[in-house]
């Protein structure tokens, strides 16, 4: 029962660097998610995908680009990476929001990205 | 837009006790869906508890349960008999039942849990 799977789970850059961090789903999902972990802040939203096909910006998007590439996978890319975007990424999936469904989400291990 | 604010960065209990995390929120909204999340070192969310706006019961789980107060926009998570496992930082999340809000959670800042043996 893999649920979210997203890699590579370590990664160190240089500044300037590209990279892009893969996500997969196996629960059938519609919605996922990019969030980013800073301590003291939370998570913060960059990007999200409610449905295959769309694609729309968080909180934080500023230096990332994304794509719904189908049902099961949302990637991240970071075009020229900055110390700034140093941090823990999580990708996450949920069902949309219905009667009786809470849409919580369901989250992946997680992926530590260094930028020098 | 919706915000989330733990106040309390840091808390420690000693094993077996009843420990209280504090959340409050702000929203004009009245139909909405509260979360708390746990991260262990391992770094994996887990879901400990949800609570749908619309109910006036508390919701609990096994030695975790919620004290929603909606009026005062208050979400705090209790935990009894306080176990090394439940060290962790935990996470309170917030979720619109409508509209494009509906599609994300926003999350508190996080309080670190320490647990005392």
Same mark, same amino acid.
């Given at each position: 029962?893999?649920?979210?799977? @997203?890699?590579?789970?370590?990664?160190?850059?240089?500044?300037?660097?590209?990279?892009?961090?893969?996500?997969? @789903?196996?629960?059938?999902?519609?919605?996922?998610?990019?969030?980013? @972990?800073?301590?003291?802040?939370?998570?913060?939203?960059?990007?999200?995908?409610?449905?295959?096909?769309?694609?729309?910006?968080?909180?934080?998007?500023?230096?990332?680009?994304?794509?719904?590439?189908?049902?099961?996978?949302?990637?991240?890319?970071?075009?020229?990476?900055?110390?700034?975007?140093?941090?823990?990424?999580?990708?996450?999936?949920?069902?949309?929001?219905?009667?009786?469904?809470?849409?919580?989400?369901?989250?992946?291990?997680?992926?530590?990205?260094?930028?020098? | 837009?919706?915000?989330?604010?733990?106040?309390?960065?840091?808390?420690?209990?000693?094993?077996?006790?009843?420990?209280?995390?504090?959340?409050?929120?702000?929203?004009?909204?009245?139909?909405?869906?509260?979360?708390?999340?746990?991260?262990?070192?391992?770094?994996?969310?887990?879901?400990?508890?949800?609570?749908?706006?619309?109910?006036?019961?508390?919701?609990?789980?096994?030695?975790?349960?919620?004290?929603?107060?909606?009026?005062?926009?208050?979400?705090?998570?209790?935990?009894?008999?306080?176990?090394?496992?439940?060290?962790?930082?935990?996470?309170?999340?917030?979720?619109?039942?409508?509209?494009?809000?509906?599609?994300?959670?926003?999350?508190?800042?996080?309080?670190?849990?320490?647990?005392?043996?």
């Amino acid at each position: 029962n893999a649920g979210v799977t @997203q890699t590579p789970k370590f990664q160190v850059l240089k500044t300037g660097q590209s990279m892009t961090l893969q996500c997969a @789903q196996d629960m059938n999902h519609n919605s996922m998610y990019w969030y980013r @972990q800073d301590p003291g802040m939370g998570l913060r939203l960059i990007y999200y995908s409610a449905s295959e096909g769309t694609t729309d910006k968080g909180e934080v998007p500023n230096g990332y680009n994304v794509s719904r590439l189908n049902k099961r996978e949302f990637s991240l890319r970071l075009e020229s990476a900055a110390p700034s975007q140093t941090s823990v990424y999580f990708c996450a999936s949920s069902e949309p929001y219905a009667t009786g469904r809470t849409g919580e989400l369901f989250f992946g291990e997680g992926s530590r990205l260094t930028v020098l | 837009a919706q915000t989330v604010t733990q106040s309390q960065p840091e808390m420690s209990v000693q094993e077996a006790e009843t420990v209280t995390l504090s959340c409050t929120y702000d929203t004009s909204e009245s139909d909405y869906y509260l979360f708390w999340y746990k991260q262990p070192p391992s770094r994996q969310m887990i879901l400990v508890i949800r609570q749908e706006a619309y109910k006036q019961q508390n919701a609990t789980e096994n030695r975790f349960s919620v004290n929603f107060q909606k009026a005062a926009k208050s979400f705090s998570l209790k935990i009894s008999d306080s176990q090394l496992g439940d060290a962790a930082m935990y996470f309170c999340a917030y979720r619109s039942a409508t509209g494009q809000g509906a599609q994300k959670l926003v999350f508190g800042q996080g309080t670190r849990l320490t647990i005392n043996p």
